[in-house]
């Protein structure tokens, strides 16, 4: 008995040995600490208040942080990155009810964000958590055009983002960064291919902009912000990212709907999914695990609101094709890019 017993305590140690060890190689635990520092009080006033537009305040938070902790940008910086946001935010929800205008400024904006590694390769991340908050509330907002509410909401956005702000400064604070310093930071060397790159997220966020607003697709930032996520070099690199986003659809959604249909109504639990949502945009080493875990937990968010089921299917769908229009913008911008140098080698 006593062996039995001595057996069983060896087992389970080693079990949390190795669950210790998978935590720690996977989660980036001061990572994820600072991000619930800057979201976790905005989730806990959406609570209270029942206030929905106050949830989409932790994105602008989380897209602050990322690019303020990577890129070490002083206040002023991330300042000027909210101003950003907030402006092309602003200027896609008022295009939005006329779609042309809305694909063209969503395209041109897509250009901007990711041209600015023109100056410095790191500055993908600022361009990247400019665009994707913009462009996600604002999809986001628009969706509830019919309703009444997209003018409140928006309106709560943009008169509480400096909450966002004022608690991305707190995490700085609390991270004992000399952000002030007169010394500039440097942002790596300047992209030869940005010209290319720039303009192949561009072609791609065209694409997928334009098969939403044809196709009236329901979420159709996910197809948006899938087909710019892919383009992040050679055809090979993202062909890569597109099958790590496919795995984490195809593995994360089913978990996400099986655990829902588990589990009741609940406004707690739905912003406790939301959170973790948020929270896995910088919680983990390997990206596939991140996004594998973020539609786990949008799909949950789904379920406690009753309409899991359908949002399921839009997810694995928008993934899945706004990647393949980002592949294909790929493709076409690195064969534009060969024929211009054999013709310029030419000459």
């Known amino acids: 008995m006593t062996v ?6 060896k087992a389970t140690a080693s079990i949390a040995v190795k669950f210790r060890d998978v935590f720690a190689r996977e989660v980036r635990v001061g990572d994820l600490l600072r991000a619930l520092i800057a979201t976790g009080p905005l989730v806990a006033v959406y609570f209270l208040s029942d206030e929905p537009a106050l ?4 994105l602008i938070a989380v897209s602050l942080l990322i690019s303020a902790q990577k890129l070490q940008l002083p206040h002023r910086l991330v300042a000027l990155q909210l101003v950003a946001i907030l402006f092309t935010f602003i200027v896609l929800v008022l295009a939005a009810p006329t779609k ?7 395209g041109t904006a897509a250009f901007l964000a990711f041209a600015l590694t023109r100056y410095g390769a790191e500055l993908r991340t600022l361009g990247t958590w400019t665009f ?39 995490v700085q ?12 930071h440097s942002y790596g060397q300047p992209s030869n291919g940005w010209l290319l790159s720039a303009s192949a997220t561009a072609i791609a ?12 697709l329901a979420e159709g930032q996910w197809m948006i912000w899938s087909a710019a996520s892919v383009v992040v070099g050679d055809l090979a690199t993202s062909t890569h990212k597109l099958k790590l986003r496919a795995l984490g659809a195809f593995v994360g959604v089913p978990l996400g709907l099986l655990t829902g249909h588990c589990l009741p109504a609940s406004r707690a639990g739905y912003s406790f999914a939301v959170l973790g949502a948020t929270l896995t945009l910088v919680a983990f080493n390997r990206y596939v695990v991140g996004f594998g875990a973020r539609c786990f937990f949008i799909i949950l968010a789904a379920a406690f609101t009753g309409g899991a089921s359908g949002i399921a299917e839009e997810r694995l769908i928008n993934v899945l094709i706004g990647g393949v229009l980002g592949i294909i913008a790929v493709i076409l911008s690195e064969f534009v890019g060969k024929r211009f140098a054999s013709s310029y080698g030419q000459v």
């Open 100 to 106: 042309p205008l809305f694909v063209l400024l969503a």
């Open 55 to 58: 949830l989409d305040l932790g």
């Open 132 to 170: 994707l908050p913009a462009l996600y509330l604002a999809c986001k907002v628009h969706e509830e055009w019919n309703s009444g509410m997209d003018f409140r909401d928006a309106s709560i956005i943009v008169a509480f983002a400096p909450v966002a702000l004022a608690l991305v400064y707190a």
């Open 205 to 216: 966020v065209l694409a997928a902009a334009t098969a939403v607003e044809i196709f009236n």
């Open 4 to 9: 039995d017993i001595n057996s069983s305590a």
């Open 173 to 184: 604070i609390f991270g004992r960064r000399n952000l002030l310093a007169q010394s500039p």
